[in-house]
């Protein structure tokens, strides 16, 4: 869900009274040093306007080591998928003051030590992702500005711990920051908590900014369970630039480093460096399309460019029917588009027609763009990857395969054209991050629709009772890369269970589906297992693989699909193995 206002603590407080158990469950662990729970409350909530029943575990107050570190605690038998920790501000601060001076210039190291001890502790019991909040810097008092000048402040020991925890999160896997820090920096000191309430009942945050960390928190949960943004849709005039294009002309767009053009050029730059880190950018606009595509090609201040965008989609059509058609060509959910445009008819006829997409309600004044915009927090992702980087040169190649496609009387003669080459290996360290990355935001060809963090796929890789295949697919036009993964597992009895067959949609009526089968039923063949089980779990996005089992001759019984390997040869293909 998307909602362009943060909704006030006691609305909050009033979802605890709806039903959300028809909902996804999330079991979620909260432990801290000062009191949780009001912040508790936020995040049931929260959760409700997130159509999630989240489940929580709340830790007593202060009794995080006792959690960590007894293996019988309450926090290891309720086996949460995340875990939350944040310790006080106010607390470090007092920790730190009565540490003699000799002591303090090591007390970032120390501490982060115990952060990682903590992280070891969990992740060696549990499977679940911990979400560390960072802490607020403020200027140090007793140094003034000479505290950045010496190791012996606080501010310089709070700064250390801080980019110490960014380079914990970047080796440990199932760490995750919460940029508590970054979050006074937009909303002030004063909004992120009030000392004279935390003095006396020991909660941390305001009031008002419990919403706050309980969006952020849902923000983090939904990126690991896939539930993330993948395309930006924009309009153009007076939104990517200043000025219409028809009426104006190109020489007359406001861009550039002058005026009011600073804040449509800042905008666009935001833009390219999310569509360098994997979000598709497309444009939808009332415009004719000649001469909108020039603006791009020929304005010398121009900061996107043609080769940015993914579709391009320029005509007199209402805005609905043409957002219709881009997702139509990208073949993802509309849950997964952010439509951005700044005229509030527009905004007003995509929301009530296109349901789940994200419409920013924009400000009137293009100054205030960017800001509005990055505190919404769009974006949210939980990995990057080679994949991501390069993902609109990939939709730019299935383009020219469209193209291609029209040019053959039928599909057989177009697929044999294309040449295309799998490459079929184990589980391995360079792809790891990719594979997880798979089963968290595969939501549509998913059978089973169960997420592996890179530690549990890492797990899964070395166990002999699995057997592992990625695969990636490349043709005449381009590099997919890796665009499929299966995991079997050993069973008794001489079954293959398929515990996860995920593909990307991208390669959807290339035959895939039926390749990866028959590297299934040869692992069978080597392993001498007699017979293949499938599941489907379904969801309300995966219904493209209901008969997934069916419509390759698996039989049901019961709530499995079997298939029995002996005797079944490979069908025509137009794949060929590497």
């Not at 939104?239 to 294009?245: H, Q």
């Not at 044999?416 to 799998?422: E, G, I, P, T």
Request: proline residues 3%; negative net charge; glycine residues 6%.
């Amino acid at each position: 869900m998307f909602t362009n206002e943060l909704i006030d603590y006691n609305s909050l407080k009033k979802n605890l009274k709806k039903d959300p158990t028809s909902f996804p469950v999330i079991r979620l662990a909260i432990l801290s040093d000062s009191a949780t729970q009001m912040v508790v409350t936020a995040l049931k909530g929260y959760g409700y306007e997130e159509k999630l029943n989240l489940e929580i575990f709340e830790a007593d107050f202060d009794q995080v080591d006792r959690q960590v570190y007894d293996s019988s605690s309450e926090l290891y038998r309720f086996d949460p998928q995340f875990i939350i920790i944040f310790f006080c501000i106010n607390n470090l601060s007092r920790r730190f003051g009565n540490l003699s001076f000799n002591d303090k210039s090591a007390f970032a190291a120390d501490y982060l030590s115990e952060i990682e001890k903590i992280y070891s502790a969990i992740t060696s019991k549990l499977t679940g992702k911990l979400i560390f909040l960072n802490f607020p810097e403020s200027l140090d008092a007793v140094f003034g500005h000479f505290g950045n000048k010496t190791d012996l402040s606080l501010t310089y020991q709070l700064r250390k711990i801080n980019l110490g925890l960014m380079d914990l999160s970047q080796r440990l896997t199932n760490f995750f920051i919460l940029d508590l820090n970054a979050l006074q920096a937009r909303f002030g000191s004063q909004f992120i908590t009030d000392y004279r309430i935390s003095v006396n009942t020991d909660l941390f945050f305001s009031i008002d900014c419990l919403p706050v960390i309980a969006k952020n928190t849902l923000d983090i949960i939904q990126a690991n369970i896939g539930r993330v943004n993948k395309c930006l849709i924009l309009d153009l005039d007076n939104t990517l630039w200043g000025g219409i294009i028809a009426e104006d002309g190109i020489e007359n767009l406001q861009i550039g480093e002058l005026g009011i053009g600073k804040a449509f050029s800042d905008f666009q730059r935001w833009a390219k460096q999310l569509k360098q880190r994997g979000i598709i950018l497309a444009v939808c606009s009332k415009n004719d399309e000649v001469i909108a595509a020039e603006a791009f090609e020929k304005h010398p201040e121009m900061v996107l460019r043609m080769e940015d965008f993914t579709v391009f989609v320029a005509n007199w059509n209402n805005k609905v029917d043409n957002i219709l058609y881009i997702q139509s060509v990208l073949q993802i959910g509309f849950d997964s588009m952010v439509f951005i445009d700044d005229s509030p008819f527009e905004r007003n006829m995509v929301r009530n027609y296109i349901k789940g997409i994200a419409v920013p309600e924009m400000p009137e004044d293009p100054a205030e763009y960017l800001n509005y915009l990055t505190s919404l927090n769009l974006f949210e992702t939980s990995a990057f990857t080679t994949e991501d980087e390069n993902r609109t040169k990939t939709y730019q190649e299935e383009f020219k395969r469209t193209g291609i496609r029209n040019q053959f009387a039928n599909e057989v003669d177009f697929l044999k054209n294309l040449h295309m080459v799998s490459r079929v290996e184990a589980f391995k360290p360079f792809n790891i991050p990719r594979v997880s990355q798979l089963t968290q935001r595969s939501n549509q060809f998913n059978l089973r629709t169960v997420r592996y963090s890179e530690a549990e796929i890492q797990k899964i890789a070395g166990d002999p009772g699995f057997i592992t295949r990625a695969f990636s697919l490349g043709d005449d036009y381009g590099d997919y890369g890796l665009i499929g993964i299966i995991i079997l597992q050993v069973k008794p009895g001489q079954v293959l269970f398929v515990d996860t067959w995920i593909m990307s949609c991208r390669v959807l009526k290339r035959g895939m589906e039926s390749f990866m089968l028959d590297q299934i039923i040869g692992i069978a063949k080597e392993t001498g297992a007699t017979c293949i089980q499938g599941e489907y779990i379904p969801t309300n996005k995966n219904g493209i693989v209901k008969t997934h089992f069916s419509d390759l001759g698996f039989k049901q019984e019961g709530n499995y699909w079997i298939l029995n390997p002996s005797g079944i040869t490979s069908g025509e293909s137009y794949i060929h193995a590497e």
